[in-house]
């Protein structure tokens, strides 16, 4: 998992526009309910999506299982800083998916 400051991230999404690389931006979060929010609204999860880390674990395996290549999972959590349960889902995520890269872009 690669933390970077927010400003690195305008760079990053130049990049998906121009179609150089796979994006998925979610951006905010900040309380764990808020967050879920935000990744449910940025990656499409599906209704059933049972807000907890483990749900939004299988959830997030499910987007990367759509991927046949490189990508890049952007969050950039409010200013209240990342939750740590979700940095945990994120590593996890980033273990077992290697053409995943996964950005934290810290405010």
């Known amino acids: 998992m690669i933390h970077i400051e927010a400003a690195g991230v305008d760079g990053l999404l130049a990049r998906a ?11 905010g979060g900040s309380g764990r309910e808020e967050t879920y929010d935000r990744f449910a609204e940025a990656l499409v999860l599906p209704e059933h999506f049972g807000r907890n880390l ?24 409010s200013h209240g800083g990342a939750d740590p349960g979700v940095l945990d889902v994120l590593g996890d995520l980033d273990d077992e998916y290697p053409d995943l890269s996964i950005v934290v872009a810290d405010r």
């Open 17 to 27: 526009v121009t179609g150089t690389d796979h994006v998925h931006l979610v951006d």
């Open 54 to 77: 483990d749900a939004l674990m299988d959830c997030l395996r499910d987007v990367a299982d759509r991927h046949d290549g490189p990508w890049t999972l952007v969050w950039r959590p």
